[in-house]
Antibody, heavy 121, light 113 residues
Framework: QVQLQESGPGLVKPSGTLSLTCAVSGGSISNDNWWTWIRQPPGKGLAWIGEIYHTGNTHYNPSLKSRVTISVDKPKNQFSLNLTSVTAADTAVYYC??????????????WGQGTLVTVSS | DIVMTQSPDSLAMSLGERATINCKSSQSVLYSSNNKHYLAWYQHKPGQPPKLLIYWASTRESGVPDRFSGSGSGTDFTLTISSLQAEDVAVYYCQQYYSTPYTFGQGTKLEIK
């Protein structure tokens, strides 16, 4: 059973860069899956940030595209999120998630526990 | 972007009752090549990550109790809990994974009356 674990600073200053890493265990990040980041601001719903394939192909939410970069590190079996020029609106619980192949059902089937990132001075 | 709209926003039911949550997509999420709707349902409890319940609109994820079922086609979908249990208290989200940006409904909070 694949497991995902987010890590990174819990506090980021306004205008700074939010950087998170997701360690994948119990399976290879080079398997035929996309890997994605989801966030949930306090008291709000779930929002998709972007996704990456082990080849490095990415898709981003247009609402964040100018500020977000997702990268993959195959030797370390992990992927990362960078979000620049953060504001208080970027305060959220951030989840890293595996996307199952659409041909076998699709859906976001394995989630990390989530990590709260607060943007504040 | 495909907009997902759930109703109601909140729901209070008695134990053992049937609970129904609706989800409407702003455009079709049917993939014509395999005739599957790329629509999923998630259960989200406080302090836990969301859990995938239903994919392809009506296929139950492994290990999910059979009191949970999904139905629908076109742009209208439903999650039904046939007999509400105390552990079903949660926020439920529908999601389309037909096209990026993947989008979620606003969530339906389910409580026990």
């Amino acid at each position: 059973q694949v497991q995902l674990q987010e890590s990174g600073p819990g506090l980021v200053k306004p205008s700074g860069t939010l950087s998170l890493t997701c360690a994948v265990s119990g399976g290879s990040i080079s398997n035929d899956n996309w890997w994605t980041w989801i966030r949930q601001p306090p008291g709000k719903g779930l929002a998709w940030i972007g996704e990456i394939y082990h080849t490095g192909n990415t898709h981003y939410n247009p609402s964040l595209k100018s500020r977000v970069t997702i990268s993959v590190d195959k030797p370390k079996n992990q992927f990362s999120l960078n979000l620049t020029s953060v504001t208080a609106a970027d305060t959220a619980v951030y989840y890293c998630v595996r996307i199952r192949l659409r041909a076998t059902g699709g859906g976001f089937d394995s989630w990390g526990q989530g990590t709260l990132v607060t943007v504040s001075s | 972007d495909i907009v997902m709209t759930q109703s109601p926003d909140s729901l209070a039911m008695s134990l053992g009752e049937r609970a129904t949550i609706n989800c409407k997509s702003s455009q079709s999420v049917l993939y014509s090549s395999n005739n599957k709707h790329y629509l999923a349902w998630y259960q989200h409890k406080p302090g836990q990550p969301p859990k995938l319940l239903i994919y392809w609109a009506s296929t139950r994820e492994s290990g999910v109790p059979d009191r949970f079922s999904g139905s629908g086609s076109g742009t209208d979908f439903t999650l039904t809990i046939s007999s509400l249990q105390a552990e079903d208290v949660a926020v439920y989200y529908c999601q389309q994974y037909y096209s990026t940006p993947y989008t979620f409904g606003q969530g339906t909070k389910l409580e026990i009356k």
